[in-house]
């Protein structure tokens, strides 16, 4: 088990949290466990940007992004260098802090496609 802080989101997780994350297991697998119920309008295909985060400390031990998820880290509302699509980062050995940015992007709820 890695720790991993979630940074308060005024909804998701107002007070914040610390939690024993999976190895093996992604963020936002992670996070769902947890009850920070993290939208994932793809149903983590990789396929969105819904459950994008930035990864605040830690960042560095996560796999480098592939090439699908970074095309769509461009479409991400407050995109940083260290935000990561948190069904495709893989929590590992090393502690996180992760943030859930306030705002995110839901091509389908907003009529789009």
């Known amino acids: 088990m890695t720790q991993m802080i979630v940074l308060p989101h005024a909804?998701?997780?107002p007070d914040g949290a610390v939690i024993e994350a999976e190895s093996g297991k992604s963020i936002c697998d992670n996070l769902l466990e947890h009850e920070i119920d993290i939208e994932h309008a793809c149903e983590k295909s990789c396929a969105?940007?819904?459950c994008h985060v930035i990864v605040r400390e830690g960042f560095n031990s996560l796999e480098s992004a592939e090439e699908?998820?970074?095309d769509l880290l461009d479409k991400a509302w407050g995109l940083e260098p260290n935000s990561r699509l948190s069904c495709q980062a893989i929590v590992g050995e090393t502690p996180l802090v992760v943030e859930i940015?306030?705002?995110t992007i839901n091509m389908v709820s907003e009529g789009k496609r």
Request: aromatic letters at 8%; a negative charge.
């Open 11 to 13: 909804e998701l997780c």
């Open 48 to 50: 969105c940007t819904t």
């Open 68 to 70: 699908m998820e970074e």
């Open 101 to 103: 940015p306030r705002y």
